[in-house]
Structure formats: structure tokens, C-alpha cells
């Protein structure tokens, strides 16, 4: 199902073609150049940080952060063990782009993984991969082979005298474990639960030491920065928004799949590359950053662009790029009832507004669906939001509670209508 528009990290790549994942097609496509200029050239390591800084680029993981900001947080001369680690656990529903990375364009992350290392002066990198998704880790094994082979990897790498590896982790499926501190956790073979932060992995990361974590497609982006430039990523998007993005579009559009396309396309461009609206039906609400990101209804929707600023102003997140699209048949009521069933079921218990409040959520929700609803039921969910967001160990108690506020704002009407009426308005055929 996936479809991809020329961009940054599918430039030129033909997912059709089977071999296109394997060392030589990326050679093909001007793949290791980044990395062969950046090692026989001896490019200085602050050098490199400066590019990825000048980029623009944005951590593709959901929080939008600075890359070579977090880069520069790394105290290259620590004498002891420090590390690069990707997070390629991609949970959040709605989100398939990592794994496609994974499937067709591999050497594109090992490349930029190994130019990380590089930069922040550490020997070895951990991958880790979401534990349901087993074709696409063992993809991953096999490009980091021919990598390896080709002296890409391990130690004096192409007789240069740097040396890094790299390792794939296959994580346990959890969601939780896509939040960083758990990812670390787990990576340490411990119980994936999240740490407190600060103090953030830049200063105590894998078994204590200085680490860098990015998401996939972040670093997935640095061969092109190294290799194009800084300036031509930044100009791909717009101000503060720089290179083109990966969009998981799904749900009631005739081609659902994953969309490169520059920060700053209008939505409405998005929605029509995707096939626009399945059976002629029209466009209700999108969630446009994954499940935790606000949703936003139809006409707020026609009016972004497709980029950090755009999405953030309109009250929701551009977060992992899941957008998520829902016609004029869908009960929000029991939309929402799905989701926080979900947050409710990964949670990890450590925190109790956390633990205790995404079961309130769920259990409120669940029995407005039924027709159970009681008339003071939505400030309950309000007052039990407020209990929650801002005040647990990690995001994921505020990932549970953004959807519950943005539904139950833009889309009152119909939680009001299942309280009163005990059925649903749009037509039953979703509850
Ligand atoms: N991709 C997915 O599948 C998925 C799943 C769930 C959530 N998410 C996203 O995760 C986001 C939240 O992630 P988070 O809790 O890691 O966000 P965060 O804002 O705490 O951190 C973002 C990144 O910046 C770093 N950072 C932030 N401030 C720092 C500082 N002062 N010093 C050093 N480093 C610093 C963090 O270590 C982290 O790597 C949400 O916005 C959501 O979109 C993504
Ligand atoms: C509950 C939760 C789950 C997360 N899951 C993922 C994930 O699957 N993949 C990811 O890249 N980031 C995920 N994140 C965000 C990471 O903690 C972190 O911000 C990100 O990996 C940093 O990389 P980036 O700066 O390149 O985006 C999650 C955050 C939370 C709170
Ligand atoms: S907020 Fe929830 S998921 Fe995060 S640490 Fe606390 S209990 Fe675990």
C-alpha cells in the first residue's frame, strides 16, 4: 500500500523494484557519498553538527525537536562509552512510515546512523525495532550485513581510521517502549517503563551514559543534508520547517499510504494525492499527527498546511505524521471510545493519574457509547483530563487526555446526543 511521492528519503527509489533496499541500489542512487566526503575529507565533527543545525530538520518522532540542537548536547570529549540509538518502535496508531523505511530504503538510516556517530565522537549504535514488525527487522539485519561486508561499518571503516557499529534491538511490542527513557529500559534488557526526565538521555542515556536517540526517519534524512546540503533540505520545506516528510495517510481515503512531500504542502494537496475522499463521502475530521495529536474538524483542516507551525497553530501537532482521515459516518463518540480503550490498555502503570485515569477516561467513554451516559459526564472527563496531563512521568497520561479534550471541543454536540438520547446521531452503523 505504499505509495511514495519524490522527497528526501524515497528520492528515486523504486519501492517496486524488489532489490531496491540492497547495498548496490543505494550505491546507485548516490548512497555512502555523505559518508566517504565526510571520512576522506576529515570534515570536522562541530562542522557536521552545524549542517544538520542549518537544516531545519526536526525530530520526525513526534516532539518536533531540534536534531542538530540535541546533536550538539552531546559532550563529545566524555572520555568513556557514549551512544546513537534509533527508535524504530513507531506505535502510535496511525503511524507506518518507519517500517517502510526499514523495507525499502535501509542503507539510508545505517548511513545516517554511522555520520551521527561520527559527529558525536561514539563508537557503537543500537536500532531499536518495534517487536511486532519481524520481515522489516530482518531486512534491517541483512542491509546491516552488506554494510559490514563493504567496510561500511565496524572498525577503520573504509581505511579511515573511524570505527562504529551498529546493532539491531528487537523490542517486546509494547507502545510505551517507543517513549525514549522506556526504549532505553528495555534496550538494557529491564521492564520497559520510563524514566523521569530531566535528566535527559543527552546526559544519562543507555547504562548511564551520554546518548543521542532519534527517530528513524530523522536519521534517515542526514545522507541527503550531508550530501546535497544544509540549504537545500531547509529550502525543500519553508522557515522553521525544513526538508520534506513523511505522511502515513489512512482511513477513508481511496489510496491510504505513505506520502513524501515538503513541510508546508496544503492539506487539501495531501488529501487529493491520497486519492481524496473514499466513496465520494465528505470529510468530517482528521487527526493529523497520530492518535495522540488533537483532532481537527474539516473546515479548520482545508486551511493548513502541512508543516509544524501550520498544524500547531490550529490547536493540534504535526507529531509523527499519521494522518489520520474520517468522512462523515464516523460516530466520535466512539472513535474516541477506541482510542482511549487503547491508552488505557498501554499504559504502564507506574504513575497513578496515569494507571487510574486512563481506565476513568475509558470506562466514561465507553458508557456514553452504550447509552449509559449520565448528564454530568463530560466535566467528569474534564475534571479527570486535568488530573492527568502534566502531571505523570511521561507524555503518554497527556497522549491519552489531548484526544479526549479536542473530541469533546470540537465535536460536543455529539457526545451530548448520546447522553440524552442513549443512540447515536449519525446513523448507528458505527456504534
Ligand atoms: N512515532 C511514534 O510512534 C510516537 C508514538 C507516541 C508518541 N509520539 C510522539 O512523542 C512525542 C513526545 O515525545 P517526548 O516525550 O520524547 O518529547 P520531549 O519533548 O520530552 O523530547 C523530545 C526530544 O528532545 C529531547 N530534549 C527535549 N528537551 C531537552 C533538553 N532540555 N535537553 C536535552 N534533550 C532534550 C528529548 O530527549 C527527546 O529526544 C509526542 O509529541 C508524540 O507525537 C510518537
Ligand atoms: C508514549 C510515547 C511513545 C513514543 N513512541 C515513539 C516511537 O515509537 N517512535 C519515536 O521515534 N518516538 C516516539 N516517542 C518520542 C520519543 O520519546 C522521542 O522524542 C523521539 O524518539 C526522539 O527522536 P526525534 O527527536 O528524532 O523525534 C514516543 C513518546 C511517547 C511519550
Ligand atoms: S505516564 Fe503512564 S505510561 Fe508514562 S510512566 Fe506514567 S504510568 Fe507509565
Not at 1 to 11: D, L, S, T
Request: proline residues 5%.
Amino acid at each position: 500500500m505504499a505509495i511514495f511521492v519524490n522527497g528526501v528519503i524515497f528520492e528515486n527509489v523504486d519501492t517496486s523494484a524488489p532489490d531496491c533496499w540492497r547495498l548496490e541500489a543505494y550505491q546507485a542512487r548516490g548512497g555512502y557519498e555523505a559518508l566517504k566526503r565526510i571520512l576522506q575529507s576529515g570534515m570536522a565533527q562541530e562542522d557536521v553538527i552545524a549542517e544538520v543545525k542549518n537544516s531545519g530538520l526536526r525530530g520526525r518522532g513526534g516532539a518536533g525537536f531540534p536534531t542538530g540542537l540535541k546533536w550538539s548536547f552531546m559532550p563529545r570529549s566524555f572520555p568513556g562509552d557514549k551512544y546513537v540509538v534509533c527508535n524504530t518502535d513507531e506505535g502510535e496508531p496511525g503511524t507506518f512510515k518507519d517500517r517502510d523505511i526499514l523495507r525499502f530504503n535501509p542503507h539510508a538510516l545505517i548511513e545516517g546512523m554511522i555520520i551521527a556517530g561520527y559527529a558525536m565522537g561514539t563508537r557503537a549504535g543500537y536500532n531499536y525495532i518495534h517487536g511486532e514488525i519481524f520481515a522489516e527487522y530482518e531486512r534491517f539485519e541483512a542491509a546491516l550485513d552488506e554494510a559490514r561486508q563493504a567496510g561500511l561499518l565496524g572498525e577503520n571503516i573504509l581505511g579511515t581510521g573511524f570505527s562504529f557499529d551498529l546493532f539491531a534491538a528487537h523490542g517486546y511490542g509494547a507502545y510505551i517502549c517507543g517513549e525514549e527513557t522506556a526504549l532505553l529500559e528495555s534496550l538494557e534488557g529491564k521492564k520497559g517503563q520510563p524514566r523521569f526526565k530531566p535528566p535527559f538521555p543527552a546526559s544519562f542515556g543507555l547504562y548511564g551514559k551520554p546518548t543521542t536517540i532519534n527517530n528513524t526517519e530523522s536519521f534517515a534524512s542526514v545522507p541527503f543534508i550531508i550530501r546535497d546540503g544544509a540549504q537545500k533540505f531547509l529550502e525543500a520545506g519553508k522557515p522553521n520547517n525544513g526538508g520534506t516528510k513523511l505522511f502515513s495517510v489512512s482511513g477513508h481515503v481511496n489510496r491510504p499510504g505513505n506520502y513524501e512531500i515538503p513541510l508546508g504542502t496544503p492539506f487539501s494537496a495531501l488529501l487529493e494525492m491520497a486519492g481524496g475522499m473514499k466513496d465520494g463521502k465528505k470529510l468530517k475530521a482528521v487527526i493529523p499527527g497520530g492518535s495522540s495529536a488533537p483532532i481537527l474538524p474539516a473546515q479548520i483542516m482545508m486551511d493548513c498546511t502541512m508543516d509544524y507551525d501550520s498544524i500547531s497553530k490550529a490547536g493540534s501537532m504535526l507529531g509523527s505524521g499519521a494522518v489520520i482521515v474520517m468522512n462523515e459516518d464516523v460516530c466520535m463518540v466512539k472513535a474516541l471510545e477506541r482510542l482511549s480503550y487503547f491508552y488505557h490498555e498501554e499504559s504502564c502503570g507506574q504513575c497513578t493519574p496515569c494507571r487510574e485515569g486512563t481506565g476513568w477516561l475509558y470506562r466514561i467513554i465507553h458508557r456514553i457509547e452504550n447509552g449509559e451516559g449520565r448528564p454530568d459526564d463530560l466535566e467528569l472527563l474534564a475534571s479527570v483530563g486535568n488530573n492527568m496531563a502534566g502531571r505523570t512521568i511521561c507524555a503518554l497520561a497527556d497522549a491519552a487526555v489531548f484526544p479526549v479534550r479536542s473530541f469533546t471541543k470540537h465535536f460536543r454536540h455529539e457526545f451530548e446526543y448520546h447522553i440524552e438520547h442513549k443512540t447515536c446521531m449519525v446513523d448507528h452503523k458505527w456504534c
